[in-house]
């Protein structure tokens, strides 16, 4: 290799060495504004503008678009972490043993005491989406779909472990996360509600009763208030 040549692979490196460091940075940077901005949802509303964000933030507009492609950019990633934190206060019931009831019970008071604790946040995926398409649906839908979508792998496996026919399970679980969902803002809008605990009792009472029926047709009979094994266990 000549010299020229040499130089230019050196240059070439020390370009790419850059590339990757601003990239880094820039990943870095994005994700700590995202956090702030998560809490300046939570001072100042699900309607929190962009210049609240980098008002909160310390920085300028200006500034907070080097790292962001405008806007809706910066929206779609503040919906992506809010999304992330909701799914992961449900992670621990993916892979549920224990009695029925209490499964169902923690499953529902995780969700509802994440909502309590994020009105703002929740509202703003209510509000927003996760890409960049026009016709994106709210991000809060993807949410409850990933959801559904867990819970509905989660009774398959069940279901498989007992000989029973699967074909339902999907159907029940996208509509027992609706129903979940809509109760929860009803109870929440409520200017009596009732005790988180005994809210989340009722719930699961309910949402067991769905499941037992669609079990009892299949000749599967459960007691709720009595452990059953995961579905690995399952003989």
């Known amino acids: 290799m000549s010299g020229s040549e040499s130089a230019g692979a050196a240059t070439s ?3 790419d060495g850059r590339a990757a460091r601003w990239s880094g940075q820039r990943e870095r940077r994005r994700a700590e504004f995202v956090e702030a901005a998560l809490q300046a949802i939570a001072r ?6 962009t210049e609240q964000v980098a008002g909160y933030v310390g920085v300028t ?4 678009y080097r790292y962001f492609d405008g806007a809706a950019d910066l929206h779609h990633s503040i919906a992506r972490r809010a999304s992330e934190m909701l799914i992961a206060a449900q992670r621990p019931v993916w892979n549920p043993t224990g009695r029925p009831i209490d499964m169902i019970t923690h499953a529902v008071s995780r969700h509802l005491q994440w909502r309590v604790d994020h009105p703002n946040l929740y509202e703003y995926l209510t509000r927003h989406s ?7 649906v709210a991000a809060i839908r993807e949410v409850n779909n990933a959801v559904a979508t867990n819970v509905t792998r ?7 472990a007992v000989g ?3 074909s339902p ?5 996208f509509g027992v996360i609706g129903f979940v969902e809509s109760a929860a803002t009803h109870w929440l809008n409520n200017p009596a509600p009732l005790p988180l605990a005994e809210f989340a009792a009722q719930i699961a009472e309910w949402m067991w009763a769905l499941l037992d029926k669609t079990l009892q047709s299949g000749g599967i009979h459960l007691d709720p208030h009595q452990p059953i094994a995961a579905p690995s266990q399952t003989p």
């Open 169 to 173: 399970v999907e159907t029940l679980s």
């Open 130 to 136: 996760l890409s960049d398409d026009d016709n994106g």
């Open 13 to 15: 490196r020390s370009v």
């Open 164 to 166: 029973l026919d699967e």
């Open 154 to 160: 989660t009774l398959e496996a069940y279901f498989k």
């Open 44 to 49: 100042y509303g699900p309607q929190t503008s």
């Open 61 to 64: 507009r200006t500034k907070l």
